[in-house]
């Protein structure tokens, strides 16, 4: 049972590349969420999805896409790449209101 | 206004000590109410739920207040292994979305 998984761990982009984030997970849970946590800010919402087929716009979606292509995957695009994007990204999961699990995140640099 | 609110600390501790939190929220339909635990450079893990009635776990002890819309962390004996960045987390009118404070940050020393 790996819980949530992420793939890259890592990443350096130069400005204006795209890439995309993978998020999985194997607890069955219906929501998905991808955040993003920047020094001091705390984690912020980008997207969500609270079952298979549907997306929804959290607190910073400028710059990204979604796709929740099954009810185990939820991935994240960037389709050009700013120097504002650069952070730590989470993927979590859960059931409902209830407790969210995070994947191990990644770190991406864009130069 | 932000969502939810946290003193960023650092609070700096020795070993043995009691030491509290609070964290405030905007949103009085705000339904689920929960304290994460982060540690430097990984992801944010559960420390535990927040309940009505208050809820302690060992030496962690959680108390929510409507009325005045503030959740707290207490957390007692403190272990050098509990220094952190605790993070107050609250779901907003849509329950499937969730905000999270920037966290506090708490050192225990020898």
């Known amino acids: 049972n790996a819980g949530v998984t992420q793939t890259p761990k890592f990443q350096v982009l130069k400005t204006g590349q795209s890439m995309t984030l993978q998020c999985a997970q194997d607890m069955n849970h219906n929501s998905m969420y991808w955040y993003r946590q920047d020094p001091g800010m705390g984690l912020r919402l980008i997207y969500y999805s609270a079952s298979e087929g549907t997306t929804e716009k959290g607190e910073v979606p400028n710059g990204y896409n979604v796709s929740r292509l099954n009810k185990r995957e939820f991935s994240l695009r960037l389709e050009s790449a700013a120097p504002s994007q650069t952070s730590v990204y989470f993927c979590?999961?859960?059931?409902?209101?209830?407790?969210?699990?995070f994947g191990p995140g990644t770190r991406l640099l864009v130069l | 206004r932000k969502e939810v609110e946290q003193d960023p600390g650092p609070f700096n501790v020795p070993e043995g000590a009691t030491v509290a939190f609070n964290c405030t929220y905007s949103n009085s339909a705000s339904q689920s109410f929960f304290w994460y635990r982060q540690d430097c450079r990984k992801e944010p893990k559960l420390l535990m739920s927040?309940?009505?009635s208050g809820n302690e776990d060992g030496r962690f002890t959680a108390q929510l207040n409507r009325a005045s819309q503030y959740i707290s962390l207490l957390i007692r004996d403190s272990k050098l292994s509990d220094s952190a960045t605790y993070l107050c987390v609250v779901n907003g009118a849509n329950f499937n979305k969730f905000y999270f404070g920037s966290g506090t940050k708490l050192n225990v020393k020898p």
């Open positions: 927040v309940y009505s």
């Open positions: 979590a999961s859960s059931e409902r209101a209830e407790t969210q699990y």
